[in-house]
């Protein structure tokens, strides 16, 4: 991109390997590429090693604030594109980047996120309104410290994208319940952390309430069985949740 702004393309990564050469790729039109990784076990470093414009970083994973802050901290240029390895960066989406920096207005540009999920684009489920920054001043912006479902903090203007971002979270559904399962850790360590306890109300109102929420007030039936299944693995991951906190208070592995 000829802009007058020069950008760092930035990920974090673990066991990206069946898609980080194109998501590489599809950040070629960004000045510097780093990725931060939780030491993946399958091929993700030697793939993304492999491009000469990536700089790769080892480093634990303690929780997705942190780990995306390190990032920031590490990128040589003040403008910022964070994106994850299973979002898609369309074209429109390169040309916005471009046509943003060639006169900044804000310091962070958020763009809306388009859920595909078993195949399928799911226009409901709570998705809807699935708004996310991607593109960000370093200086003004940084994610605020959640353990999990982290937001990035902007201390100044903010503007939207035309285009919407296409989100392939789904690989399989082992993969896709796993990750919702390591989600759920978190917020259980967060809600600890908080001296939240796990009451028995919770334990019975919170996933009830997670699952009808999402299939009925905020329209996941019509997305379909789709929608049935999101909203029955998420009311489940709330379930684990409370699981999780419990084990926490009780010192149980």
């Known amino acids: 991109m000829d ?10 990564t673990l066991n990206e390997g069946e898609v980080i050469e194109k998501f590489i790729e599809s950040l070629s039109f960004a000045d510097e590429i780093l990725i931060v990784d939780s030491f993946s076990t399958d091929n993700t470093k030697e793939l993304a ?13 303690r929780n997705f604030s942190d780990q995306k802050n390190f990032a920031i901290s590490q990128a040589t240029n003040d403008w910022i594109v964070f994106f994850d390895p299973d979002e898609e960066i369309t074209t429109e989406i390169k040309e ?15 763009i809306k996120r388009e859920l595909y999920f078993m195949g399928k684009r ?39 994208f035309r285009s919407r971002l296409p989100h392939h979270t789904y690989k399989s559904f082992d993969d896709y319940t796993s990750k919702l399962h390591r989600y759920s850790k978190l917020k259980a360590q ?30 996941g039936i019509l997305d379909g069985k789709e929608g049935f299944i999101l ?16 084990l926490l208070y009780r010192n149980i592995n």
């Open 122 to 160: 799911i226009k409901y489920s709570g998705f809807q309104t699935d708004w996310v920054i991607r593109l960000f001043h370093k200086e003004h912006c940084q994610y605020n410290g959640d353990l999990v479902h982290e937001t990035i903090e902007a201390r100044g203007v903010t503007e939207r």
């Open 96 to 110: 916005e980047i471009h046509s943003f920096l060639k006169d900044p207005r804000a310091i962070a540009y958020a």
């Open 190 to 219: 967060m809600m600890f952390q908080q001296n939240k306890r796990p009451t028995l109300w919770r334990f019975l109102w919170r996933p009830f309430y997670r699952f009808w929420h999402q299939y009925l007030i905020r329209l």
């Open 49 to 61: 090693t492999a491009f000469p414009k990536v700089r790769f970083i080892e480093r634990e994973f």
């Open 3 to 12: 802009n007058t702004h020069k950008i760092s393309a930035l990920a974090i």
């Open 231 to 246: 909203a029955y693995i998420n009311a489940f991951a709330v379930f684990k949740r409370y699981v999780n906190l419990w």
